[in-house]
């Protein structure tokens, strides 16, 4: 149900949070999306951490009410483009390549289209 589902975020959110460095920042966007927020880092790093969240996630056992739960993430990773776009067109673009994840067998990640 609703409210298990939101726990099992609550959880994920929790655990991701542990696998980031400061001052990177996680937060939830929107039902079942989370943002995290990478600044010091290059493309280069930011796929690497979103393979190691893959892999971390698919990992995890969440205990809730009785029951056990596997879970997956997909991920779109975007590096901002400094004086060529905005905090939207940067969301679009890693909402896009989350997309691309997904299709592609979900528990993935892709980067976003230059």
């Not at 975020?9 to 039902?31: C, F, K, N, S």
């Amino acid at each position: 149900g609703h409210t298990t589902g939101d726990e099992v975020l609550r959880t994920i959110g929790a655990r991701l949070r542990e696998q980031i460095r400061h001052p990177d920042t996680l937060g939830r966007y929107g039902g079942e999306e989370f943002l995290i927020v990478l600044p010091n880092s290059l493309l280069n790093a930011a796929t690497e951490q979103a393979n190691r969240l893959c892999h971390h996630v698919r990992s995890m056992r969440i205990e809730n009410e009785g029951h056990v739960f596997s879970v997956t993430i997909s991920i779109g990773v975007a590096q901002f483009k400094l004086g060529q776009e905005n905090w939207e067109q940067l969301l679009h673009r890693a909402d896009t390549a989350m997309y691309k994840a997904k299709n592609g067998g979900r528990n993935n990640w892709a980067v976003a289209e230059e």
